[in-house]
């Protein structure tokens, strides 16, 4: 069950109570008292946000110069009410213009009781989002003289979001040109072995988008997925022909979708919230598509130099490029000279980080660029200790390439008016941790 809150109290750091709501009967008033006397005068406030007195449980965090304090005498759950205290104080500062303190508090003991009785009702959290709340509770706050600038009224008529059924977005929205963006922004983090075998893969990935559409939107997106594209051969009765196909894990979307409909049809269906969001993540970890292999060498010759060959081959199609391509290659802290060959971008020692920067601002595909250095280290008298020889890392960024092979198989919108879309959709792919052992 969600949080069953009985009380919440804003305190500033002396204890003092700012404004107080009681929600439930089977606390008394004084529980303030007990919060003060247990943890506040003992010094125990850094400890465990979550304290157990009597027969309560009081879940507390501190906000600037104040104490937001929960109490509940049954087995709530935390992690909502600290997911409430978040969203309540981003709902705060959105009227006191950014500022959430003592004296905002102060100066808005009308407008905070009136919140709190729309934000919670018998101990259960309901619509924070500020958005909506600014639609029907237009009393503005005291705004303090260094908050932002307040943003345009939103259009009032909002009956459909009020009533929660497609909360975050507006209706009477109007554009000259209806478009959507989408981006499937994927991050590859790799950890390969010198003789390029690989031994840990896998790949975080976010779906982005932004819409300028007009009116109540129902967007659907396909994908490439196994289970969406065994489903829908399940429905037309017939096998798929859409080649490769992928097996997304640790999939989490974004409230708009309606997840009844992707349970079922296994399609991603929802009404879009306006301008951008983030409509899903997911991590891939089977079927992974490097974009890059490297291939290093490193010999010790002796105490005083060292012989650095690096290649590095793009795996990805010839027509496309990767931009920004940034190999670091580690070398010893005792490194007093360096010369460099590379066939491709430039290359530098730089002490700061003891490694050779290499650095490609294009990078076509099928290529293999390669780097030869000769490294001169200062002898020293000590005992020479081994070098451990950290990973070689790698910057980069892919444009239209998946290294999960994700693919957008269709994006629709339907709308009641009928209206002509623009869709456009572009793949990148970054380096997260991309490390190859040397």
């Excluded at 409430?84 to 705060?92: I, K, M, T």
């Excluded at 105490?303 to 990767?322: I, L």
């Excluded at 339907?414 to 623009?422: A, D, F, I, R």
Aim: charged share 25%; glycine share 6%; aromatic share 10%.
């Amino acid at each position: 069950m969600p949080v069953a809150a009985s009380a919440i109290y804003f305190l500033n750091l002396r204890g003092d109570v700012l404004i107080n709501r009681l929600y439930r009967d089977d606390v008394g008033g004084n529980m303030v008292d007990a919060f003060r006397m247990h943890i506040m005068q003992t010094k125990e406030l850094g400890t465990c946000p979550v304290r157990q007195i009597g027969g309560c449980s009081f879940f507390y965090m501190r906000i600037s110069n104040v104490y937001i304090v929960i109490v509940v005498s049954s087995n709530a759950n935390v992690a909502c009410a600290f997911k409430f205290v978040v969203e309540a104080v981003a709902l705060f500062k959105s009227y006191f213009g950014g500022a959430f303190d003592e004296d905002a508090i102060r100066n808005n003991f009308v407008l905070i009781y009136e919140l709190l009785d729309e934000i919670m009702d018998f101990g259960y959290p309901q619509n924070l989002s500020p958005e909506i709340l600014k639609l029907y509770i237009t009393q503005e706050g005291v705004r303090s003289p260094f908050s932002s600038k307040p943003s345009d009224k939103p259009v009032p008529n909002a009956t459909l979001q009020v009533t929660g059924a497609v909360g975050w977005r507006r209706e009477g929205l109007v554009y000259k040109k209806n478009e959507v963006f989408l981006d499937i922004v994927e991050s590859v983090n790799l950890l390969m072995s010198s003789k390029g075998s690989v031994l840990r893969c896998d790949v975080t990935g976010k779906i982005l988008m932004k819409c300028f559409l007009s009116g109540m939107p129902d967007l659907k997106l396909g994908l490439n997925d196994k289970i969406g594209l065994e489903k829908e051969s399940q429905l037309k009765s017939r096998p798929t022909k859409s080649g490769k196909t992928i097996e997304l894990d640790d999939v989490t979307f974004h409230q708009c979708v309606n997840l009844t409909r992707f349970n079922s049809e296994k399609t991603v269906s929802f009404v879009p919230p306006d301008g951008e969001f983030e409509l899903m993540k997911y991590r891939i970890t089977e079927g992974v598509n490097l974009p890059f292999r490297v291939l290093p060498t490193i010999k010790e010759l002796g105490r005083t130099r060292m012989e650095v060959n690096v290649k590095v081959k793009s795996v990805f199609g010839a027509k496309m490029f990767a931009l920004g391509v940034v190999i670091k290659i580690p070398v010893p802290k005792q490194t007093a000279k360096t010369s460099f060959q590379v066939t491709s971008g430039r290359a530098k020692y730089n002490a700061a980080i003891d490694c050779l920067v290499w650095k490609i601002r294009k990078f076509p595909g099928q290529t293999e660029p390669t780097l030869s250095a000769e490294v001169e280290l200062i002898s020293t008298m000590a005992e020479k200790k081994s070098w451990t020889r950290p990973p070689i890392q790698m910057e980069f960024q892919v444009p239209m390439f998946t290294a999960s092979g994700l693919r957008v198989r269709f994006l629709k919108v339907w709308e009641k008016s009928g209206y002509n879309t623009v869709e456009w959709v572009r793949y990148i792919t970054k380096a997260g941790s991309y490390e190859v052992r040397c």
